[in-house]
């Protein structure tokens, strides 16, 4: 073993009993899910022909056949963030289907140089927490755009600083699809070239980094200053009966 840069092993700022030494055997699963994959995708545009619900509908064909469950998020409907209670039908919807899914699919039009508001809303409507429970942490994401002109990549670039808020685990790769309106037949299905390829090579990655990390979303995002606020909170109220006595 090599000598130490640091041999002064001491840390006064750290509380040793609350330090998880990452081990590669808990990284290890007895018995994986056996389930498909399940994924929820949503996009942005209520136009009657949205293109990136034609794009979100082709992932999904992807998706189904390499054998994942799918359920697409339809957003008309969705009330604005704060401008209805959280008991609204089509917020319950939301949220149920985050609950339930193991990985998400976001795709989102090009807007004024940034994802459109009822992309953002959707997104907004999902709590970071619900009591204990993170609905969204650990869970997988792909990121898709599609323009009306030229190739960008802000709108995936934006939604990709949301993924990490949300504390998802964001595949590497991310597609774009560059004027959109003559990527798309009039039967409404992606024609052949590179941006359709792209699709595919992200709906594979995501399919794999889901089948590799959801059953342990919890341990790879598991935070010691987390951990460290837990057991302060605790102490406290144990404590706190018997300072009162």
């Not at 469950?69 to 704060?82: A, N, T, Y």
Request: neutral net charge; aromatic residues 8%.
């Amino acid at each position: 073993m090599p000598d130490a840069l640091f041999p002064d092993a001491t840390f006064p700022a750290l509380d040793a009993g609350l330090l998880d030494i990452p081990s590669q055997h808990r990284l290890t699963v007895a018995q994986p899910s056996q389930h498909p994959p399940r994924i929820l995708m949503l996009y942005g545009s209520l136009r009657q022909r949205s293109f990136s619900r034609l794009l979100t509908f082709e992932a999904a064909r992807l998706l189904e056949a390499m054998g994942a469950e799918v359920r697409i998020f339809h957003p008309s409907g969705l009330p604005l963030p704060d401008d209805a209670p959280d008991t609204h039908p089509k917020v319950q919807e939301l949220r149920s289907l985050a609950a339930w899914s193991e990985g998400m699919v976001w795709c989102s039009p090009e807007r004024h140089g940034a994802m459109t508001g009822i992309m953002k809303a959707q997104i907004d409507w999902i709590p970071l927490s619900t009591g204990s429970v993170r609905p969204t942490q650990g869970k997988t994401l792909a990121l898709m755009q599609v323009c009306g002109g030229s190739q960008s990549f802000n709108a995936v670039n934006q939604m990709r600083v949301l993924g990490r808020w949300m504390r998802m685990l964001t595949i590497p790769n991310q597609s774009s699809v560059a004027k959109a309106f003559s990527e798309f037949g009039e039967d409404d299905r992606m024609k052949p070239s590179p941006f359709y390829d792209r699709v595919v090579d992200v709906m594979e990655e995501l399919f794999k980094f889901t089948l590799l990390t959801r059953d342990l979303g919890p341990y790879l995002v598991d935070r010691y200053s987390e951990r460290k606020e837990s057991a302060e909170e605790l102490s406290r109220r144990v404590n706190l009966p018997a300072a009162a006595g």
